[in-house]
């Protein structure tokens, strides 16, 4: 399988992470061609493949790197497509995984209930049971300290905040969610809890690994067999009803033991923080020939 790699040299965390997965990538017998992150020394996404080799018989295709806009996937799909190369998903099958907007009505008994922003006017409309949990429709920023609200007042600055600043993330949607409580023993140090959550890459339906969401040692990260159980099954109850073959999707526990999906996304762009790089890989080549 030939894989496209966003790696770069710059020292960061998510730079660390892609090194990482590019290397597995390439231990496990992909072929790997190093793409750049824009198109800035290179003109379009045909400059940015114009030294991969066309193939003689249809080859598939992961492109690893930073999530990137339904625009320059649909690019880098196209172009690698005139060289008989296809990406593992579509640009249609990567927005639905990618955007919270449009495959939210596919698991919506799955997952905490959620209403949609287009404008901060809207806000007003909302009849909300405070606090509340805002996000993008591709990215949260937990990270940032950016999640938790608990009133229409602060509501309508981090909306605000989000449609202004974090336009990509947004994509022109901001997320209201009922808050969901998760087990959790730390908190990041803006206060943000550490939820009980694990990370399910699979393919077609079919898990390839898994592994749980946060840095660090964490009490609750070990699940007996009966979680494991559970938590895989919802995983794959969640992915059959969504047609992206490669997806990568988020479980959570709440603090009444029930299991909830969180969120989901293409997992070509998915960190895989615990999840064992070197099993992922293997099953993914494996699933992608069998099918």
Known sequence: MIVFSEHTTLNSESARDLEQV??????????????????DDCGDAEGALCYVPQQQIPKKAVYIGYIPT????????????????YLVNSP??????????LYYSSIEDLTPKSYFLTDETMIDELDLTFPVFVK????????LGIGIVHDKEQLRKVAHDLFCKYKKQTVGNVI??????????????????????YRVFLYKGEVLS???????????????????????????KAAKRISTPYIAIDIGQLESR??????????????????????????????VRKF
Request: charged share 25%; net charge negative; with cysteine.
């Open 70 to 85: 339904i625009e320059r996937y649909n690019e880098i799909y196209n172009a690698a497509k005139q060289k008989n190369i």
């Open 22 to 39: 590019t290397k597995v990538a390439q231990a496990s017998g992909c072929r790997v061609y190093f793409i750049p992150s824009d198109f």
């Open 92 to 101: 249609q099958e990567y927005a639905l995984a990618e955007h919270f907007h």
């Open 210 to 236: 898994y592994g749980y969401y946060w840095d660090g040692e964490d009490e609750l990260s070990k699940l007996s067999a009966t979680e494991e159980s559970e938590v895989l099954y919802l995983a794959q």
């Open 176 to 197: 209201v969610r009922e808050y969901a409580k998760l087990r959790h023993v730390r908190t990041s140090k803006l206060g943000f809890p550490f939820g009980r959550e």
């Open 258 to 287: 029930k299991w909830i999906v969180i969120e989901m996304g293409d997992g070509q762009f998915c960190g895989a923080t615990h999840v064992p790089l070197f099993q992922l890989w293997n099953e993914l080549l494996a699933k």
């Open 136 to 143: 993008g429709t591709i990215l949260s920023l937990k990270s």
